[in-house]
């Protein structure tokens, strides 16, 4: 059974930096892509960036580009994103995803890190 635990969320300043990170378990990923997405209270749940397991290939979205850093530690099954530049608009729940190669859906999710940028 796949599992994805979050951690490393909390408070911050603006202009500050946190690391989130995602084990994963349960499975074996070279075949998936790792997610991070956010949600804002009263917005919809958004894309933030990805990574493929194998490879390395990333992507991200425009508000963070930049600024975040998604990154894996294939040994450890762990995915990070590392958020600097913190901006209170940055205030979600973050949550990391699994989804395989080639499809849409992301199948499996994480329980979610909260994440509060303070002006």
């Known amino acids: 059974q796949v599992q994805l635990v979050e951690s490393g969320g909390g408070l911050v300043q603006t202009g500050g930096s946190l690391r989130l990170s995602c084990a994963a378990s349960?499975?074996?990923?070279?075949?998936?892509?790792m997610g991070w997405f956010r949600q804002a209270p009263g917005k919809e749940r958004e894309f933030v960036a990805s990574?493929?397991?194998?490879?390395?290939?990333?992507n991200y979205a425009d508000s963070v580009k930049g600024r975040f850093t998604i990154s894996r530690d294939n040994a450890k099954n762990t995915v990070y994103l590392q958020m600097n530049s913190l901006k209170p608009e940055d205030t979600a729940v973050y949550s990391c995803?699994?989804?395989?190669?080639?499809?849409?859906?992301?199948?499996?999710w994480g329980q979610g890190t909260q994440v509060t940028v303070s002006s």
């Open positions: 349960g499975g074996t990923f070279s075949a998936y892509v």
């Open positions: 995803a699994l989804r395989r190669i080639g499809t849409g859906q992301y199948d499996y």
């Open positions: 990574i493929t397991w194998t490879g390395g290939r990333t």
